[in-house]
């Protein structure tokens, strides 16, 4: 959710992907914000003006000689009333005019006498993707300071696959509130855990636990719109990797282990999220356990796994350590004792230990000097202030780390 009222600009124009720009529209506005829609000709070919009217509340412009604007200027009243313009899709036509500064219609010349930020996200074919001259204007753009979402890969309306198709509407809001949050983790780097890890016993059977990675996935996207430059080491999980994160997928304790400490010396702070079991199996039989004929379970020796977050703030010099802990009684007890034996700065301990695969949450932050209790709300919201408060409590020094 936005943290304040935002004005959006949304430019459309004519590609097939125009009809995925209304529900562009429609995330932007239960993220708080008021979108102003404007089209090219080209884009009235794919979809109606109409349903951008009926959906925004707000009716739509299409031409630079609109009487609608009292001083009929409404290149320079429309962007003067907004707060970023975003178009979606981008084509490559459209890219063209904005990197040579042409200006034929309403939304290149609104977006030539702009005062505000610039977002594109492009869709073309494939080859008009890789063209030199598209090149050339996508190089000239990121000089210029405009902001590219995307393009991805994938299956396009011609039949072709191949790097031009626009990215998802999901990811271009959240790339749009990233752009649009505030940055008190700008130039910082963070590495965060979450979710299970999994214990093979045999091929087939393993020991794992009831996280969803949901709190360590906020997390991690919540730093990344703080600013941050972020890793997330997950283990396995069904969730979408949050836009500009980076991903690195484990499987069990031993695996995360190894990848967390062979990021930990770059990083300026550590949230430890991920739920990583204590034990694994030592005795891990290379084929499917049969029942025995007695009925008797097997007998498995179990070790302990690294304690990865214990690790990392052993190091030499080690990043800003946040834990986390699910205890179901004596939360502040228990968790003060956690972290002074893991030696980190900050312990956030879940309020309920009912928490795993929940969308809501409720931490009790603790530190040397006492508690701060973040009252019960989205995972979203929760991981949006804990980042903040990490923010606040990072020494200044950890901005040189590299």
Not at 197 to 218: A, L
Not at 235 to 243: D, E, Q, Y
Not at 369 to 398: C, D, H, Y
Request: hydrophobic share 50%.
């Amino acid at each position: 959710m936005l943290a304040k009222p935002t004005r959006i600009l949304l430019g459309v124009t004519g590609g097939v992907a125009a009809f995925k720009a209304i529900d562009v529209a429609r995330r932007l506005m239960e993220q708080g914000a008021q979108v102003q829609v404007v089209m090219t000709e080209a884009a009235t070919r794919f979809i109606g003006p109409a349903s951008f009217q009926a959906l925004t509340g707000n009716p739509v412009f299409t031409d630079a000689w609109d009487t609608r604007v009292d001083n009929l200027m409404p290149h320079i009243e429309l962007s003067r009333a907004a707060d970023l313009i975003l178009v979606t899709p981008a084509t490559a036509d459209f890219m063209a005019k904005l990197a040579n500064g042409f200006a034929d219609d309403l939304l290149s010349t609104l977006c030539l006498a702009r005062e505000i930020p610039l977002l594109v996200a492009p869709a073309m074919n494939r080859q008009m993707w890789e063209n030199p001259a598209t090149q050339r204007n996508v190089a000239r753009l990121a000089g210029d300071g405009v902001e590219l979402l995307g393009p991805a890969a994938g299956l396009q309306a011609c039949g072709e696959t191949g790097l031009g198709r626009m990215i998802e509407p999901p990811e271009i809001v959240e790339a749009t509130l990233s752009f649009l949050a505030p940055k008190p983790l700008a130039g910082r780097r963070v590495l965060v855990t979450a979710g299970p890890t999994y214990e093979p016993i045999d091929p087939v059977r393993g020991i794992t636990n009831r996280s969803s990675g949901k709190m360590g996935f906020e997390v991690a996207r919540a730093a990344q719109r703080a600013g941050a430059s972020v890793d997330l080491v997950a283990g396995p999980v069904a969730l979408s990797t949050p836009w500009g994160v980076r991903r690195l997928d484990v499987r069990t304790a031993v695996e995360m282990n190894d990848v967390v400490m062979s990021l930990a010396a770059s990083a300026d702070a550590f949230i430890a999220v991920a739920a990583v079991a204590d034990w694994r199996v030592a005795n891990v039989s290379e084929q499917k356990i049969k029942k025995k004929p007695d009925g008797l379970p097997p007998a498995l020796e179990f070790i302990l796994n690294p304690d990865i977050l214990a690790g990392v703030a052993a190091l030499p010099d080690p990043p800003f350590c946040v834990g986390f802990a699910a205890e179901s009684e004596a939360l502040e007890a228990h968790g003060q004792k956690k972290r002074i034996a893991k030696r980190v700065p900050l312990l956030a301990a879940n309020i309920g230990h009912e928490t795993f695969g929940r969308d809501e949450n409720e931490l009790l932050l603790i530190d040397e000097k006492g508690t701060t209790r973040l009252e019960r709300a989205s995972k979203a919201e929760l991981a949006a202030r804990l980042v903040e408060e990490i923010a606040r409590r990072m020494p200044a020094r950890a901005a040189a780390r590299r």
